[in-house]
């Protein structure tokens, strides 16, 4: 298995950052996961736990296309994503500190292929910085929303 966790702190509360990460989700995903090329809802309505959808990918210039469900909702302080069969499971946990959220995104591939274990180094690598770009991605574009709607206020 190969697990990568990275954690941030952003100014808001956690149920900004559930709103931006879940309930936002169709909209925000490939914003703060620019790999992610086609975002499709496979299940209508607010994302709940079985909600499935459908993603394509371009990491590190190989394409893949996956399907995912949430496993775990826990509004407002987590969402939990695992892929159809298994091979991948995400949770992000959103958990106050003070005024501000620690966000936690884990990412855990749960089975490598044969002909990848040579790489392993390279994946847990990649995934980690991945990890890490996820949470600086997320604190970005959500501390800037919140920012500009103060602006807007004002």
């Known amino acids: 298995m190969v697990k990568a ?5 952003i100014a808001t509360l956690p149920q900004q950052v559930f709103s931006f990460v879940v309930v936002d989700f169709e909209r925000n995903y ?12 496979l299940t209508p309505g607010p994302l ?8 394509v990918r371009v990491d590190q210039g190989r394409k893949s296309e996956t399907v995912f469900r949430v496993t775990v909702l826990e509004p ?14 995400i949770d992000y946990r959103m958990e106050p500190e003070g005024d501000q959220t620690r966000l936690t995104f884990v990412f855990e591939l749960t089975r490598l292929d044969f002909f990848m ?4 180094k390279l994946i847990r690598v990649a995934v ?5 770009r996820t949470v600086r991605n997320i604190k970005g574009l959500l501390e800037l929303e919140l920012y500009e709607a103060r602006q807007r206020e004002s």
């Open 30 to 41: 490939r914003r703060w996961s620019p790999e992610v090329k086609r975002l499709e809802l």
């Open 5 to 9: 966790q990275a954690s941030i702190l």
């Open 48 to 55: 709940q736990v079985g909600s499935r959808a459908r993603q």
């Open 76 to 89: 407002p302080n987590g969402v939990g994503f695992a892929e159809s069969t298994n091979q991948f499971r």
């Open 117 to 120: 274990r040579p790489f392993e």
């Open 128 to 132: 980690q910085e991945g990890a890490q």
